[in-house]
């Protein structure tokens, strides 16, 4: 059951999501927008938009199955549109619209869906891609809530409300989640493990040789590609086109079997590795286990780990395999001390899970309160163009050129993962070539 206080809160919610504002700033703005269920003809205020909800926070309806939108949607200028319909009537300077952009807003970016349909879940206990509805209605290219953003603006304009444009640019977060870090990450004792496997010619001499020279540093381990990140951001994304970018490393760190079976090889390579990044500028987050997002109380300790090894407070997180299962999960998650998220994608289909391309506050639609996390919606990962959406190189160039395209038309963040083991040469994947090709676009004005 929800009351009407939720319901208000999950309007200023949706409203300063949508506005891209801070609560002081949003607050001088909600006396222009009535968002209050329809009286016939009523609109007594000037100088308001009226938007009329649709059903959707009707206290019967709001958190069962008949709160879920039907196939196939209305659109809205164009844009899908979840609730409400499309019409809007102009009298003087009132504006009625009846397309009910707020509970669509909210459903998206509160993954409201996978609340309902908590029995749809994957292999993995996480909500698949291809059934949520921006997928299924065809709109997960497309960052909708942004659109709603401009065509809310465009609403008030009409009223005589000019909203400041946000101060946003269009900026790139490249981010690598840290699944492996040693070819051999049980150290000197795996190599010596391929011997008899080489003598009995199971194994390739310059494989064992390459391990050894591995282990002897006297051969950098093909793993350790952290380089190419900050390379490819100095090839000037940030000074000529003024692109703001950031890079986030990513370690697992618990519940490994690296991890945990062989610490100290695995601590000696991470402390290196980790304090390289930080001197470069990089950031470092938790890359949550397997197992965290099934049991996410084992956040803590895995902050901790990793906070002992690079020796500063961690922050940001996104879960292996981008296991954040259920929403609530997110208590959890804050209660370990972070505050920064970029989980939410879906592995089997890149795009805009959320509807949105730009970090902004998590809320549960539940109890209606935020989790004090700021989501950055990833956009694209390299496993999902190749082995799940099963593109071809060039058909994977198109469909991130249009997500990048989508994300720099709205100002947005451009969340990108690559993880380290798919930036080494002679592969048999087109990841590393399509890395420098979507870096090459960043650069293209
Ligand atoms: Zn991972």
């Known amino acids: 059951m929800?009351?009407?206080?939720?319901?208000?809160?999950?309007?200023k919610y949706t409203l300063k999501v949508l506005l891209d504002m801070s609560t002081e700033d949003v607050a001088n703005y909600c006396q222009f927008i009535k968002y209050l269920p329809r009286r016939e003809n009523f609109f007594p205020e000037e100088r308001v938009l009226y938007i009329i909800p649709s059903n959707f926070f009707d206290s019967a309806i709001y958190g069962t199955e008949k709160s879920l939108p039907l196939l196939p949607l209305k659109e809205i200028s164009g844009i899908p549109l979840l609730f409400g319909y499309n019409k809007i009537t102009h009298d003087g300077n009132r504006l009625v619209v009846y397309a009910d952009i707020i509970a669509s807003a909210f459903f998206l970016l509160t993954r409201y869906e996978e609340l309902i349909r908590k029995d749809v879940r994957d292999e993995h206990r996480r909500f698949p891609g291809e059934e949520s509805l921006p997928f299924r209605a065809d709109f997960i290219h497309r960052p909708v809530v942004d659109e709603y953003a401009d065509l809310l603006r465009s609403w008030l304009k009409i009223i005589g409300i000019n909203v400041p444009l946000p101060k946003r640019k269009f900026s790139l977060q490249l981010t690598c989640d840290v699944d492996h870090i040693n070819t051999n990450p049980f150290g000197i004792i795996s190599v010596l493990r391929r011997i008899p496997s080489f003598v009995l010619g199971r194994q390739n001499f310059m494989t064992v040789i390459n391990s050894l020279a591995i282990q002897l540093n006297l051969k950098t381990d093909p793993l350790h590609t952290f380089d190419i990140y900050f390379d490819a951001l100095q090839k000037g994304i940030t000074e000529v086109q003024n692109i703001r970018s950031e890079i986030t490393f990513f370690f697992l760190v618990g519940s490994n079997k690296y991890a945990s079976l062989n610490r100290t090889n695995y601590r000696k390579t991470a402390i290196s590795i980790i304090r390289k990044i930080i001197m470069k500028g990089g950031n470092i987050g938790l890359h949550a286990s397997?197992?965290?997002?099934?049991e996410p109380d084992l956040l803590h300790e895995e902050c901790d780990i990793l906070e002992q090894l690079c020796e500063c407070k961690i922050l940001r997180n996104r879960h292996h395999y981008l296991r954040w299962n259920e929403i609530e999960d997110g208590w959890e998650i804050k209660n370990s001390g972070i505050n920064w998220d970029s989980t939410l994608g879906y592995p089997d289909?890149?795009?805009?899970?959320?509807?949105?391309c730009r970090p902004f506050q998590l809320l549960d639609p539940e109890r209606m309160e935020l989790f004090e996390i700021e989501e950055h919606p990833l956009i694209l990962m390299e496993g999902t163009l190749s082995e799940r959406m099963q593109l071809s190189f060039d058909e994977a160039y198109d469909y991130s050129k249009n997500l990048i395209r989508q994300t720099r038309k709205h100002s947005g963040e451009f969340v990108m993962l690559w993880h380290n083991s798919s930036l080494i040469l002679h592969q048999n994947n087109y990841y590393p070539a399509l890395f420098n090709k979507i870096i090459d676009i960043m650069e293209m004005s």
Do not use: D, T
């Not at 929800?2 to 309007?11: D, G, M, R, V, Y």
């Not at 397997?290 to 099934?294: C, D, E, P, R, V």
């Not at 289909?349 to 949105?356: D, K, N, P």
């Open 2 to 11: 929800i009351n009407n206080e939720q319901i208000s809160k999950a309007f």
């Open 290 to 294: 397997y197992q965290a997002g099934s």
């Open 349 to 356: 289909v890149a795009g805009f899970r959320l509807g949105i």
